[in-house]
């Protein structure tokens, strides 16, 4: 978690193993309680993304073209539109709580 804090990214994008988009939803909230949660830029600016990472980014094969694509239009939305938003993956819309 530290190091997360240290590097302050200016995106964060969860994709954890073996969860979908609605488990990877519900199980973010931890991430919101974290020391340190809305001071990182990424936060402040609203570019925390959660994914399906069970459908896509964990799993080798042919859906490493859409986990790329996926990537594109979270990082390039004005690029990029393939259309997975809101399906394979979303803003995290959770509120910062704890400074």
Known sequence: WNSLLEADPDAIIVMPCGFD???TREESQTLTQRPGWSQMRSI??????????NAYF???GPRLVDSLEI??????PDQFDY?????AWEHLTMPAQVQ
């Not at 600016?45 to 990472?53: A, H, L, Q, S, Y």
């Not at 259309?83 to 399906?87: E, K």
């Open 44 to 53: 402040q600016n609203g570019k925390v993304f959660i994914t399906d990472g």
């Open 71 to 76: 990537l594109a239009e979270i990082l390039h």
């Open 21 to 23: 988009l609605e488990r």
């Open 83 to 87: 259309g997975y938003q809101g399906t």
């Open 58 to 60: 964990n799993r080798p």
